[in-house]
């Protein structure tokens, strides 16, 4: 593997994503709407909205596996959904397909599934619940790796990653959180695995609390190491618990299940 790519390089995931993934190519690419910042040793740093096909052509060119973070991480209007992760990832897949078919990384979200209530056990084959509009758009753009592996052949991961941040910030993290060592170690094994054809993997740590199941991906030899359990004593006292009927607390996507509609 020559050259890695990471969309949304300028985001919270791509900074933190950023080292690491130095580490494993000579070359990683990265890409952003917004400033990435100056480019290091063995970096190339590309501004490109996913939006625009043509932009997206040519961020590909050259890439041997993508690890596609950008886009629109939270809910918002249609229109900027749409632009950003719908046309965004559509135009991704199309130019993985025409440009050498490298192996895609697709950043999904729990919101795929949020309307599952916090004591369901899923596994990959439980039916879509999203939560949000930006979770359709993750339904989306997994529907879509599904398609391009069934009928051209572009293989994909897509992680539907619980909450990747340096530390879980609430109550709903500690059963959420994947640490982001955890997740550096996810995407080694996703890029150097001998086979992955689409495969959808859920994002959590060791954590004591765990909702999803992930043992029909245990070839990639992914086991986090990591747990939310160190922190449990200072959020607990941080965040008072609330009622268990709030939507907040009842359904694995938390705020965003509770959350009307955005644009009303
Ligand atoms: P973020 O919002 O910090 O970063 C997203 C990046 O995408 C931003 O730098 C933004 O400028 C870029 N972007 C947005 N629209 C774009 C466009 N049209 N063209 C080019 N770049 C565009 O989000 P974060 O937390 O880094 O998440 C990264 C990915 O992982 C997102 O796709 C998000 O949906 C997904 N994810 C993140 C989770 C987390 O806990 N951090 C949980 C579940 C999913
Ligand atoms: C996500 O999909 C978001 O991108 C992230 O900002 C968090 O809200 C996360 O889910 C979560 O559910 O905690």
Redesign the pocket.
């Known amino acids: 593997m020559h050259r890695i790519l990471m969309t949304g390089a300028a985001g ?1 995931l791509g900074k933190l994503m950023r080292a690491p993934l130095r580490e494993m190519a000579p070359v990683l690419r990265l890409a952003d709407l917004a400033d990435a910042g100056p480019a290091q040793e063995g970096e190339e740093v590309v501004t490109c909205d996913l939006a625009d096909a043509a932009a997206v052509d040519a961020m590909v060119e050259g890439v041997d596996f993508i690890v596609h973070f950008g886009g629109m ?2 809910e918002n209007t249609f229109e900027v959904i749409l632009q950003s992760n719908i046309r965004g990832t559509y135009n991704l897949f199309e130019a993985a397909r025409r440009q050498g078919k490298p192996r895609i990384l697709f ?1 999904s ?3 795929a599934i ?1 309307f599952y209530e916090r004591e369901a056990r899923l596994d990959a084959n439980a039916p879509l619940r999203p939560d949000s509009l ?2 359709v758009s ?1 339904c989306f753009g997994e529907a879509l790796a599904s398609y391009y592996w069934d009928k051209f052949g572009v293989e994909s991961v897509c992680v539907r ?5 340096p530390e879980p ?1 609430d109550r ?2 500690l059963a ?2 994947l640490s982001p060592a955890d997740l550096a170690r996810m995407i080694r094994c996703i890029a150097t695995a001998e086979r992955v054809g689409h495969t959808v993997l859920f994002g959590a740590s060791a954590n004591r609390e765990q909702w999803w199941d992930n043992s029909h991906a245990a070839y990639l030899g992914w086991t986090p190491q990591d747990s939310s359990e160190p922190y449990r004593a200072a959020i607990e006292a941080a965040h008072p618990p609330k009622p268990c009927d709030d939507p907040a607390v009842r359904y694995q ?4 299940a509770a959350a009307g509609h955005f644009e009303d």
């Open positions: 919270g991480s939270v950043a979200s729990n919101h949020g930006y979770g993750k990653i619980g909450s990747c941040f910030r709903r993290m959420t959180w996507g938390g705020g965003f």
